[in-house]
């Protein structure tokens, strides 16, 4: 925030601001407001220190009566584009939006030659999600005042926001260019170049910024991420510590130190850890349902009755799925809550009392308690690395099993190998897991005999119409209807080959043939060197052996598909 241009005033009053903006800059904050009061008693209608004074009490945490000051400022000058640009990031830093952008956009109307009132549009746009706007604000403020670090900032981010990935790295390199000493700057710039895949630089920028600010809890779990990316896991667990040491309250770091430990094995405090995800400082955390029963916390469920709920993606329902037969062994009576899409397939689960998809349905179902499904592993007491990995442990429906034989029937050739190439685009990690279709053209060439059947759903089902030459394929991504018929259509298979989605679990949860394609920074629960899944028996991993290797991995199963040999398939029914 900037003080108003000052009207003329006694010499006495004028050296007693001074000083006060001296202590502001110097965040003395106590003494800045005294030195501003003092200058009011002597001349009740001083607008700027009425500014000012607004300005240290926002900053000391008072924005209700820093907003008296600041308006009476106004009242008194209202056309000042400085005390609207305070007015106006006060405004935006207490929530309220859209009143702080209207003020912000008044002072830039009011000052287009102010740096200031640029810079703050473009942040008050930025907030509002308007982030071609920022961005646009942003350079009007870098071109008054080149040297302005938080409009670079500024910038970065709206760039980072358009995932406008190089522009925001080169911005956000300015702004720490403009200032050396900038935390704020490093740590975004130490995410941008996280996002362009070069962790070592990531690595670097966030020491740089915890250089700058020993307590940044942000930058501490910004550096753990870059170390994960490097199969550093040791080394990020740390830096997700440190960051809870300064701040023990720190959601994003406690979920992220559970994937790692996860990722290790290390289960008995990743599990605890990972009831983090439902903390809603997560970016995407799960937001606890209103239930007539309480959540389930271990008690005894003899005779009881629970209701397990979905979570997350697909997969992770598959994968955790797993653990429901275990709890009916403990004498309960289990009701899951799933999407409409897994209603079918999760009723083949061992032990399963029924399937809601309703929350009307959950709210009927007469359970006692409630849990979600990724929260069993942790009151079962799963530890120690210990999965349980007896598959199948879901099945596919008989019926459809022979009508997708009949279907792929009247497809003569060789061995039937499925394909799967693409993830949920709203992933957080899609960047890394999904490939491009035409990559899969090796695969071909190692099989000349097989057809090859596409699974993938979504807008990448449509990469099926364009083949790699030589490659005959069966798309049959569209003509699924849920998860029982992408079971019956896998158990008709010889092999699935899959990056890291919920087909590849499916495939492993039913006991078959699978090939996972994984990035060199994996999921925590494909950890960083196993062969053989330790979840799915059946699903051998290929890994990247560098970062955007995905030539290499497909090389390898391509070498591995030449020499495989397939019997005639026998769909597994049940």
């Not at 002597?42 to 000391?60: F, H, I, Q, T, Y």
Request: charged fraction near 25%; include cysteine.
């Amino acid at each position: 925030m900037q003080p108003g241009d000052r009207p003329g005033a006694a010499q006495a009053v004028q050296a007693t601001l001074e000083l006060a903006l001296q202590r502001f800059k110097e965040h003395r904050l106590p003494e800045a407001e005294a030195l501003y009061r003092r200058a009011l008693e002597s001349v009740p209608g001083n607008a700027d220190a009425l500014n000012m004074l607004g300005v240290v009490l926002a900053e000391r945490g008072n924005p209700l009566l820093a907003l008296k000051y600041i308006d009476e400022a106004i009242r008194l000058v209202p056309a000042s584009a400085a005390y609207l640009t305070n007015r106006g990031e006060i405004l935006r830093r207490w929530g309220m939006l859209d009143e702080g952008l209207a003020a912000c956009a008044r002072a830039a109307e009011l000052d287009p030659s102010s740096p200031e009132a640029r810079n703050n549009h473009g942040l008050a746009l930025l907030g509002k999600g308007r982030f071609e706007e920022a961005a646009e604000e942003s350079r009007a403020a870098i071109a008054l005042r080149p040297a302005m670090a938080q409009a670079h900032l500024n910038l970065g981010r709206a760039l980072k926001a358009l995932a406008r990935w190089e522009d925001a790295a080169r911005a956000l390199a300015d702004a720490v260019a403009a200032d050396p000493g900038y935390a704020e700057g490093w740590f975004e710039l130490a995410t941008v170049e996280e996002r362009l895949d070069d962790s070592r630089a990531s690595v670097a920028s966030c020491e740089r910024a915890l250089a700058c600010r020993a307590e940044f809890p942000e930058a501490l779990v910004a550096l753990g991420d870059a170390w994960s990316s490097l199969r550093e896991p040791e080394k990020a667990a740390q830096a997700y510590r440190r960051a809870l040491q300064g701040s023990p309250g720190h959601a994003v770091a406690r979920y992220q130190l559970a994937l790692c430990l996860l990722g290790q094995g290390y289960f008995a405090e990743g599990w605890k850890l990972y009831e983090s995800r439902c903390d809603p400082a997560i970016p995407g955390a799960l937001t606890p349902p209103m239930m007539p029963m309480p959540m389930w916390q271990g008690e005894d469920l003899l005779g009881k009755r629970l209701l397990v709920l979905t979570e997350q993606g697909y997969g992770d329902h598959i994968q955790f799925a797993r653990f429901v037969p275990l709890v009916a062994r403990r004498g309960a009576d289990v009701v899951v809550g799933a999407s409409p899409e897994m209603r079918v397939l999760t009723a083949t689960l061992a032990g399963v009392a029924g399937v809601v998809t309703q929350i009307e349905e959950a709210w009927q179902s007469g359970c006692d308690y409630w849990t979600y499904v990724a929260s069993l592993p942790l009151r079962l007491g799963i530890g120690a690395g210990r999965v349980p990995a007896a598959v199948p442990y879901l099945h596919a429906e008989p019926a459809r099993v022979a009508a997708w034989r009949d279907e792929l029937g009247r497809h003569a050739g060789g061995p039937r190998i499925g394909l799967c190439w693409a993830g949920r685009s709203t992933h957080g990690n899609d960047w890394r897991r999904s490939i491009r279709f035409e990559s899969l053209a090796p695969l071909a060439a190692a099989r000349r005999d097989a057809v090859f059947v596409t699974l993938q759903t979504g807008e990448r089902a449509r990469d099926a119409g364009s083949p790699p030459d030589g490659m005959r394929v069966v798309a049959c991504g569209g003509e699924l209807r849920d998860f029982a018929d992408t079971a019956a259509l896998v158990a008709n298979l010889d092999l699935l080959i899959s990056v890291d989605s919920a087909p590849a679990h499916l495939a492993g949860a039913l006991g078959r043939a699978v090939w996972t394609l994984l990035p060199c920074q994996p999921d925590w629960r494909w950890r960083l060197d196993d062969a053989v899944s330790r979840w799915y028996p059946t699903m051998r991993l290929y890994r990247q052996e560098h970062s955007g290797d995905w030539a290499g991995v497909i090389r390898r199963v391509a070498e591995n598909l030449a020499r495989a040999e397939f019997a005639a398939v026998e769909a597994a029914a049940g």
